[in-house]
Every structure is written in structure tokens, then in C-alpha cells.
């Protein structure tokens, strides 16, 4: 039963500590931006690179 005093407070500190980094995040803006990411990991960025070289995508 000793147990559950210190487990109790320790729980408790635990998820403070998780929200207070989530509400640090919405605050910092990570959230900000769901969308972009996601497109930017499709985007072909050897294509983008090489018409900024002056190159074409014919062979």
C-alpha cells in the first residue's frame, strides 16, 4: 500500500508534464502546418534541380 504513494504522485507529474509539452508545441506552432510536409516528401526534388540548371527532361 506504501507503494501508491509514491506511484500516485509520480502518475500525476508524468501527464502535467505531458501536457504542458503538448500545450508548449500548439503554442510554439509545430502544428502549423500539417499539409506542407506531407507534400514535400512527394515532390521530386532531382527533377526541381535540374530545370533550375538550365536542363531539360528529354533525353
Do not use: H, K, T
Not at 506504501?2 to 506511484?7: D, G, H, K, R, Y
Not at 508548449?24 to 534541380?49: E, F, I, K, N
Amino acid at each position: 500500500m506504501n507503494i501508491i504513494v509514491i506511484l500516485f504522485p509520480l502518475a500525476l507529474g508524468l501527464g502535467l508534464l505531458g501536457l504542458g509539452a503538448f500545450f508548449w508545441c500548439m503554442r510554439s506552432g509545430q502544428y502549423a502546418d500539417l499539409d506542407g510536409a506531407a507534400w514535400r516528401v512527394l515532390q521530386d526534388d532531382d527533377a526541381v534541380a535540374g530545370r533550375r540548371d538550365g536542363e531539360s527532361d528529354r533525353a
